[in-house]
T-cell receptor, first 109, second 115 residues
Framework: GQNIDQPTEMTATEGAIVQINCTYQ??????LFWYQQHAGEAPTFLSY??LDGLEEKGRFSSFLSRSKGYSYLLLKELQMKDSASYLC??????????WGAGTKLIIKP | TAGITQAPTSQILAAGRSMTLRCTQD?????MYWYRQDLGLGLRLIHY???????GKGEVPDGYSVSRANTDDFPLTLASAVPSQTSVYFC??????????????FGPGTRLTVL
């Protein structure tokens, strides 16, 4: 079966750095997305990785290792507005998007 | 630009009744998707459409049907609702199919409760 694992919940302090991990076992791999979803709202796109390495976009960075079936989202200089769920999603060999259950990130002052 | 809209925002429906959830996008995207999101589970694809006139089944299609008569609209119909269809439903669109790595844009969601 296909599986995407993310921690259910994480807590971090305002101004700090947090890393949210995602591991996947899917039938093939054609890319990986990270989305942000605030409570009661729709998911919004953060990043896309298809090659190994780090993609940096402002305070957010996303890393991919295809050989390890592993990605992480790194959030720097955390702000209260970063409190949200972060969803990892993988494109499988059939070009279907497989979603993880998401990681709820709680930011404390 | 409105982007992608859904209606209604929320609905309480009696079991056995039918209902159509509406989704409209104004971005001229070719691909559209319907997901359901349940607590503790990832988004699950119900149906999708890669282009107007074509539709396909996702991971959890049973009990749902869709149509894609034009580029902008992608309604989702529950023919005879059951309590297990209580969920938050998201419609999404992308410029083309998933394979190109195109991001999906999501509507605000419809919260459906089936009693």
């Amino acid at each position: 079966g296909q599986n995407i694992d993310q921690p259910t919940e994480m807590t971090a302090t305002e101004g700090a750095i947090v890393q949210i991990n995602c591991t996947y076992q899917t039938s093939g791999f054609n890319g990986l997305f990270w989305y942000q979803q605030h409570a009661g709202e729709a998911p919004t796109f953060l990043s896309y990785n298809v090659l190994d390495g780090l993609e940096e976009k402002g305070r957010f960075s996303s890393f991919l290792s295809r050989s390890k079936g592993y990605s992480y989202l790194l959030l720097k200089e955390l702000q209260m507005k970063d409190s949200a769920s972060y969803l990892c999603a993988v494109i499988d060999s059939n070009y279907q998007l497989i979603w993880g259950a998401g990681t709820k990130l709680i930011i404390k002052p | 630009t409105a982007g992608i809209t859904q209606a209604p925002t929320s609905q309480i429906l009696a079991a056995g009744r039918s209902m159509t959830l509406r989704c409209t996008q104004d971005m001229r995207h070719n691909a559209m998707y319907w997901y359901r999101q349940d607590l503790g589970l990832g988004l699950r694809l119900i149906h999708y459409s890669n282009t107007a006139g074509t539709t396909g089944k996702g991971e959890v299609p049973d009990g749902y049907s869709v149509s894609r008569a034009n580029t902008d609209d992608f309604p989702l119909t529950l023919a005879s609702a059951v309590p297990s269809q209580t969920s938050v439903y998201f419609c999404a669109s992308s410029d083309s199919g998933t394979g190109e790595g195109n991001e999906q844009f999501f509507g605000p969601g419809t919260r459906l409760t089936v009693l």
